[in-house]
Nanobody, 123 residues
């Protein structure tokens, strides 16, 4: 059974950094892509970035390019989203979700979903 635990959210001031974690169990990261999605007041579950089973990273937001970076620790079965220079537009609830092998930008292709992690950016 695929399971994962999301952690690492919080409240930061603009310019701050956070690292979100997605610890998985019941499947191997070598066979699954992990996508990070964001639920904001404007969009529901828009894709942020995805790390494919091969290790290829896809970034879906131009606004986070160079600021957000995904990485993976196979020994810990954990995928990370390092978020730097956070801005108010980055606020929202972040979700990680798995998909077999390859990334896509459609949340409908990922399953299951967790509770999400809240990230707030405010002065």
């Amino acid at each position: 059974q695929l399971r994962f635990v999301e952690s690492g959210g919080g409240l930061l001031q603009p310019g701050g950094s956070l690292r979100l974690s997605c610890e998985v169990s019941g499947f191997s990261l070598k066979n699954y892509a992990i996508g990070w999605f964001r639920h904001s007041p404007i969009e529901e579950r828009e894709p942020v970035s995805c790390l494919g089973a091969s290790g290829k990273i896809t970034v879906y937001f131009d606004s986070v390019n160079g600021r957000f970076m995904m990485s993976r620790d196979n020994a810990k079965n954990t995928v990370y989203l390092q978020m730097n220079n956070l801005q108010s537009d980055d606020a929202g609830v972040y979700y990680c979700a798995p998909r077999h092998m390859f990334c896509t930008d459609s949340p409908a292709n990922y399953d299951p979903w967790g509770q999400g992690i809240r990230v707030d950016v405010s002065t």
